[in-house]
């Protein structure tokens, strides 16, 4: 996001559908960065998909549940640190977090500082007073919001996103489910593309500025195209499977298998959590 | 007039002068992250409640997909959350010079129907919150709820209200198609409204200090509620209008598909029980009126009222039992709101949900399931 953020205003001026091209490309950016990281040989990389997503969950839990600021600092050090053995670039690991949270939340957060009744800290200009609790709920909000993406992302930073679906099916999520998901992802880069390509065409071919409501109809006929070949690539997709001989239901081949090492991994991290989670009460 | 103007005073009361800025402040962030919910804002517990309560429409939509819906669109419900994903994706221009970004729930609604919408974009969200760190992942339940539940059945019934029996190209579709979408997204947040406001309320520290997002009710509701309806709800409205009607001039069967056997919405719960859903609507908006009566329900008094009624003797079974459950909305009351209407009305709504999940998973439990395809 932080790339997206000043990318964005970079071309802030521009048109809509130069802003629409600059986040589609983003995405697709962002996606394959990941892939590439995933591929590397790291601490995560190694360890079993399904066990990184259970210690997902946990750890967001007790980041969710600490009532104590600094164990959720001792959280975001450790996801540093999972970071930093995986081989993510520890700056744009920080960067891609810290950089656009003050933008979301920070906004959030502010008036938080004000509004929040308690003891004055610091008096400002214009009568406005900074409390205590202000802070301790802004501090609060930021740092879970923080240290709960940071883990987010490791995990999509870490895992090629085949098996990221995969691991789902532990939180029992239904076969087919799975199965739409992984085609979701996948077509998702197909439509990105397809859109890019609509819209880099009319870019090329545009001489000046439009108005608004041309603008709002060149987006809605984009999206309205968009869906159209959506439905048609569906009932081709639907063949090409058929002709492939899916039966209506998927059926998966489970190549995961848990490592005394995972085990390890899974037992240190459950510790942790519970740790977490019990000093933070 | 003066009445409102009393009743927005006691919403905002206890709040310093400068509140506009703050809804000014709300509303930029608003639009800059849509409804999108990060992990953080909401306490455990509501997620989880949050997950419960989506639970049945996922349910409902997996079945729908096992049972009536054909092989054939497995890749149709992939391909339109995969376009659900993009659309959110789009900078739609608004006035001013500036752009904002749809959901697209009311649009996908109105092309699969709600059951089928819910999924669909609750896999965009599903992908969006793991593989893009776009909303939270406790969050999930909470954000499904409100962009994958409440947006496309509400725009959905909208929409079938007004065109209903129309011909494919009746402009009603495009009047129905943008009402349903500002409806929906509205109504969207002020769920999401809700859930941000009764953090300060329910999770805090032993000093005051909120643990979560740390706007209360008053504050909440009233910025989503207008920050929505205002900006982001005309920009689903437009979007989801324009579509339909640039689906009219272009691909009509689109706009028909739900009409097809394999997804037909006649099958649904929705359409079958619709007098009842509409009547039960009815009565839900009707709520208020029970602020009206004065006194309590004959037969339901507590051990206080009874004896405020006279009775001087109160069973001491019933003294003894009185204090063992003590109800969370007691009295159809939020306290900590202090509005006791608004409390009395959001308790309405928050039973209705309640229970209909209740009568939902007992259905979901006496009736026979169809053997898995193997």
Known sequence: MTEDSRSTKRTSRSSFVERTLVDINHTLEQSLFAEAIARQTGLLQGLDPRLKVIALLMLLLSVSLSHNLWIIVALYFLALGFAFFSKVPLGFFVKRVWLFIPFFTGIVALPALFIVPGAALVHLPFGMVITATGLQTALFLLLRVGTSVSFGILLILTTPWNSVLKALGVLRIPAVMILILGMTYRYIHLLLNITNDMFLSRKSRLLRRMAGPEERRLVAATAGNLLSKSLQVSSEVYLAMQSRGFRNYPRTIDTFKMRPVDWTAGIIVFLIALAAIWLGR | ?374
């Open chain 2, 1 to 374: 007039m003066v009445k409102i103007k009393d009743a927005l005073k006691s919403l905002t009361q206890g709040t310093p002068r400068n509140l506009m800025i703050y809804y000014g402040i709300f509303a930029i962030w608003l639009v800059t992250t849509a409804m999108h919910i990060p992990d953080g804002y909401l306490s455990p517990a509501t997620s989880i409640i949050m997950f419960v309560i989506v639970l049945p429409f996922w349910v409902m939509g997996v079945r729908k997909l096992r049972e009536k819906v054909t092989a054939k669109n497995v890749p149709l419900i992939a391909l339109i959350a995969a376009f659900s994903f993009i659309i959110m994706m789009f900078n739609v221009p608004i006035p001013g010079g500036t752009t904002a970004h749809a959901v697209g729930g009311a649009l996908a609604a109105i092309i699969l129907g709600p059951e089928i919408a819910t999924m669909a974009i609750s896999i965009a969200l599903v992908i969006q919150a793991f593989f893009f760190g776009d909303g939270g992942i406790l969050a999930l339940g909470a954000n499904c709820f409100n962009m994958a539940v409440v947006l496309p059945y509400v725009s959905f019934a909208i929409y079938q209200a007004i065109s209903k029996n129309q011909p494919v190209n009746s402009k009603r579709r495009i009047v129905g198609a943008a009402l349903g979408g500002w409806t929906g997204l509205t109504i969207a947040a002020f769920f999401a409204g809700f859930e941000f406001g009764i953090q300060p309320l329910l999770f805090h520290t032993a000093s005051g200090t909120p643990l979560y997002a740390p706007y209360p009710l008053s504050i909440s509701i009233p910025a989503m509620l207008f920050a929505h309806a205002l900006i982001a709800s005309p920009v689903e409205a437009l979007v989801t209008a324009l579509v339909v009607a640039y689906l009219q001039r272009a691909n009509q069967s689109a706009l028909e598909i739900i009409n097809k056997p394999e997804i037909s919405p006649e099958l649904s719960g929705f359409a079958r029980w619709r007098i009842l859903w509409i009547g039960l609507a009815v009565l839900i908006v009707l709520v208020p009126i029970g602020l009206l009566a004065p006194g309590t329900a004959w037969g339901e008094w507590g051990t206080e009222q009874l004896s405020s009624l006279g009775l001087a003797f109160i069973p001491q079974g019933m003294a003894k039992l009185s204090g063992l459950w003590s109800a969370p909305l007691s009295g159809y009351d939020l306290p900590a709101l202090k509005n006791s209407n608004l409390g009395y009305v959001l308790s309405g709504i928050v039973g209705t949900i309640v229970i209909g999940i209740v009568a939902w998973l007992f259905t979901m439990l006496v009736t026979t399931h169809k053997p898995e395809p193997k």
